[in-house]
């Protein structure tokens, strides 16, 4: 009898042990142009940053200020890149030597010198809680 109820308290308690996911709440300001769509990504190492995101959102413009959120992430260091497509060519436009002609900005508001802004700048961790990233354009 002993045994069958360690047993059921075993069995109950790693039922409700299960790995925590939070959210990544990013608010974006100074939005200068009241038209087109944000286009939002989502890394999580860095080889992938800029390249290949994990997760994506499209939030179309409304106002000088967005906020969108990226649910159920599970804990883990991360870091985020986005533009404002305002004229919804569905890419980023840039003139000569590849410098951004839209609006961009990246998670703790990194800022690249002579180059996109590097993982270790943009990178922050997701660990027992949600997150907020405030990223002005």
Same mark, same amino acid.
């Given at each position: 009898?002993?045994? #069958?109820?360690? +047993?059921? !308290?075993?069995?109950?308690?790693?039922?409700?042990?299960?790995?925590?996911? $939070?959210?990544?709440?990013?608010? @974006?300001?100074? @939005?200068?142009? #009241?038209?087109?769509?944000?286009? !939002?990504?989502?890394?999580?190492?860095?080889?992938?940053?800029?390249?290949?995101?994990?997760? =994506?959102? +499209?939030?179309?413009?409304?106002?000088?200020? &967005?906020?969108?959120?990226?649910?159920?992430?599970?804990? =883990?260091?991360?870091? #985020?890149?986005?533009? $404002?497509?305002?004229?919804?060519?569905?890419?980023?436009?840039?003139? @000569?030597?590849? #410098?951004?002609?839209?609006?961009? =900005?990246?998670?703790?508001? &990194?800022?690249? @010198?002579?180059?996109?802004?590097?993982?270790?700048? &943009?990178?922050?961790?997701?660990?027992?809680?949600?997150? !907020?990233?405030?990223?002005? +354009?």
């Amino acid at each position: 009898m002993k045994s #069958i109820l360690l +047993l059921l !308290i075993t069995v109950f308690s790693f039922q409700n042990v299960k790995a925590q996911n $939070h959210n990544i709440v990013v608010n @974006i300001s100074n @939005i200068n142009t #009241i038209e087109g769509t944000l286009v !939002i990504g989502l890394y999580d190492n860095e080889s992938n940053f800029l390249k290949k995101r994990i997760k =994506g959102k +499209l939030e179309k413009v409304s106002q000088s200020t &967005a906020s969108v959120t990226f649910t159920n992430i599970e804990p =883990g260091d991360y870091a #985020i890149s986005l533009f $404002h497509d305002a004229n919804d060519n569905k890419k980023m436009d840039t003139f @000569i030597f590849g #410098i951004p002609k839209e609006d961009y =900005g990246t998670s703790n508001n &990194a800022k690249g @010198i002579m180059g996109p802004p590097k993982w270790e700048d &943009a990178v922050f961790t997701v660990k027992d809680k949600n997150v !907020i990233q405030n990223i002005k +354009l």
